[in-house]
């Protein structure tokens, strides 16, 4: 990987006074990967994601953006990324084209290599509305594409996308996460911090993160294997049971995982001696099929750290 | 650092493209203005003139009609005949008139006789803003009636003349709109930069602004330029008024005036970023605009009330307020036509409080975005 890493961030640790936010972080990211970034609020994902963009110096360590860092200055990093927040995508009182105008105006662009570039990525997007469009009569997810134009507009060859589907409908989301794909296969590194499970699943490697640490780094399935080694089952419940009586599974020592899922359970055995022992008892109470652990079920395990 | 005047620029045309589109800010600077003008300039007045004052002639005699005369042909009165005491009283109380004079039936007879004749004022003491004033005017026009009604030369031994320099007319627009123009600026250019840069971080598009390549002073310097342009535009557009309508002169260098009220509008435009950056929000923003700028800049500038008759503390708190600095230089540059030497002491502290709030905004700027 390292040979072609476009991101790689070596040991990067950011102090707010006393509070570490970001505690040695290190990892490599290669050109054309969509990488998702994981974790509960306040894990460091923005922080992170700030030193990576040039917003944020890091206490100690380094970045590598398409081969330039801090040294090379903030603007240095700044030219070689592109970012797109959830908070914020596009200026609702100015029209499509001044939103755009403005952005290539402040990346200080060529006014034809402006013009083309707009052109190829509202085709991308297959906009069809005129320029002078307001924001604010866009839908929800033509203004996420759009806002994905305007970070792509300088052709950075990483772009990052900060929960960029946050309020947009699952139609919106399924074609957005199309457009995500179509960019990382031009070669674009595509760095992605989602909250849907469904949506990290589709990322070539996930990273997870816990206060200020990375915890976890593979591909979904890989993080599925190594995070559940153990077998993991679904739990159907065939009667109604206690609140108190299913609390108490989650402590039970035939599980070293047992979490709700929707009306079922995804359970893991603690060992196969144990689980021999008490899955005659067990199957009276549900209907019990083994199965491979969700990204969901990892993302439990991992980030909020239960058991 | 390095600042990219097309940056700038782009970020400047961006805004505009805001307050195009925002009747509320469009209407706060252009509206705004007029409508301080016209209530400033033409409602209120602080002259006393014509003053309505209810007479009861119970004498009607030659001295009591030349009494009155001496109080009409001051033009500071106009009589307001009643038949009795009482009814001048009513007037009073029913705010036909500010003023009541009351002379007894006996009046020239006691004059002739040496008797020492009286004669009544009732003043309605409940409008203090008046009573000052027309207590003044009573002195003075009794001095010269006694002189005329003892028949005696107008001329006595010396004679007190007084002129008043610079507003020979005590004309109080002339001293008002000048004043205005520190208003207005200070209103404008704190509320609009408060609120426009606390809703870039309200709505979080600082941080996208952020990652594009734009420093901060461009950010701050494109925001800013275009609630300048407009600060200077109502300015001018006071001055105008001020000249053309209200006939206000203007004795002094144009450029010593301006460049008081481009100190006062970057101090202020400081004061405004370093709100929006405590605040991050448009509605506190907003208040804080009013409590910081606004209310100080009306109250304790000078404008209306004379900061000389304050009390020890708050004399020596507006030293702190640009406001009450600017305040001198407008009004001198329009009146007296001061220079630099004379306004050498404004113009420092103006200055001084500058620096001081563009480094303070410009520190707190920057600390926010590590």
């Known amino acids: ?307 | 650092m390095t600042f990219v005047p097309a940056r700038a620029g782009a970020v400047a045309r961006k805004e505009w493209f805001h307050i195009r589109r925002d009747p509320f800010t469009l209407a706060l600077a252009l509206v705004l203005p007029l409508l301080m003008v016209i209530v400033y300039g033409v409602a209120i007045d602080f002259n006393v003139k014509e003053i309505h004052l209810a007479v009861s002639d119970l004498d009607q005699s030659q001295a009591s009609r030349r009494l009155i005369d001496t109080f009409s042909s001051s033009h500071y009165f106009r009589p307001r005949p009643e038949a009795s005491a009482a009814l001048a009283t009513a007037d009073l109380s029913d705010e036909r008139a500010r003023a009541a004079l009351i002379i007894p039936p006996r009046f020239e007879k006691d004059l002739l006789a040496g008797r020492g004749a009286k004669v009544q004022i009732l003043l309605d003491g409940a409008d203090n803003s008046t009573v000052g004033p027309i207590s003044q005017y009573v002195a003075s026009i009794q001095a010269l009636a006694s002189r005329r009604l003892a028949g005696v030369d107008p001329s006595p031994p010396y004679q007190l003349r007084t002129r008043f320099l610079f507003n020979p007319e005590l004309n109080s627009r002339w001293f008002v709109i000048p004043g205005l123009t520190v208003v207005i600026m200070a209103i404008l250019s704190i509320f609009l930069t408060a609120l426009t840069v606390a809703r870039e971080w309200e709505n979080g598009s600082m941080e996208l602004l952020l990652s594009t390549p734009v420093e901060p002073i461009e950010i701050i310097v494109g925001k800013a330029a275009p609630y300048a342009a407009l600060g200077i535009l109502a300015t001018a557009f006071v001055y105008v008024i001020a000249r053309g309508v209200f006939g206000v002169p203007f004795a002094g260098h144009l450029w010593v005036f301006a460049l008081g009220c481009l100190l006062f509008l970057v101090t202020y435009l400081a004061q405004g970023l370093l709100i929006s950056v405590l605040t991050r929000q448009q509605t506190i923003a907003m208040q804080f605009s009013m409590l910081t700028g606004m209310l100080p800049s009306n109250l304790l500038s000078g404008f209306i009330f004379p900061i000389a008759s304050m009390p020890r503390l708050f004399w020596y708190l507006t030293m702190l307020l640009p406001a009450r600095w600017f305040m001198v230089i407008s009004r001198h540059a329009f009146l007296e036509g001061s220079g630099f030497s004379e306004l050498a002491v404004p113009f420092a502290a103006l200055a001084l409080s500058c620096a001081t709030m563009v480094a303070l905004a410009a520190r707190s700027f920057r600390r926010t975005l590590e």
């Open chain 1, 1 to 307: 990987m390292s040979e072609a890493a476009v991101v790689e961030a070596r040991g990067l640790v950011v102090r707010y006074g006393d509070f570490t936010a970001v505690d040695r972080i290190s990892f490599a990211v290669g050109r054309g990967e969509i990488f998702g970034f994981l974790g509960a609020n306040g894990a460091g994902k923005t922080t992170t994601i700030r030193v990576l963009c040039g917003l944020l110096p890091p206490s100690e360590g380094g970045v590598s953006m398409a081969g330039v860092g801090y040294e090379q200055g903030e603007r240095a990093i700044k030219e070689k990324v592109g970012y797109m927040s959830q908070r914020f995508t596009l200026y609702n009182d100015l029209t499509v084209g001044e939103n755009l105008d403005f952005i290539a105006s402040l990346r200080k662009l060529e006014p034809a290599a402006y013009r083309r570039r707009r052109r190829e990525l509202l085709e991308l997007i297959a906009f069809d509305k005129p320029m002078s469009a307001m924001v604010r009569d866009l839908s929800g997810g033509i203004k996420q594409q759009v806002s994905l134009a305007a970070a792509l507009l300088h052709d950075p060859e990483i772009v990052f996308l900060d929960e960029p589907t946050a309020g947009v409908t699952p139609v919106g989301r399924e074609r957005f996460w199309g457009l995500i794909r179509r960019v990382a296969g031009g070669g674009k590194t595509v760095f992605v911090t989602t909250h849907y499970m469904d949506e990290a699943e589709q990322c070539g490697r996930v990273a997870l993160m816990r206060e200020g640490r990375l915890v976890a780094l593979d591909s979904p399935a890989g993080l599925k294997k190594t995070v559940f080694p153990e077998p993991v089952f679904e739990f159907d419940p065939i009667g109604r049971l206690s609140f108190d009586k299913l609390s108490a599974y989650k402590t039970h020592e035939a599980f070293s995982f047992f979490e709700s899922y929707g009306p079922r359970f995804h359970a893991a055995a603690a060992s196969p001696e144990l689980w021999a022992a008490w899955a005659p008892r067990l199957e009276k109470l549900f209907r019990i099929r083994p199965i491979a652990p969700s990204l969901e079920d990892v993302f439990i395990r991992v980030v909020e750290a239960r058991r």
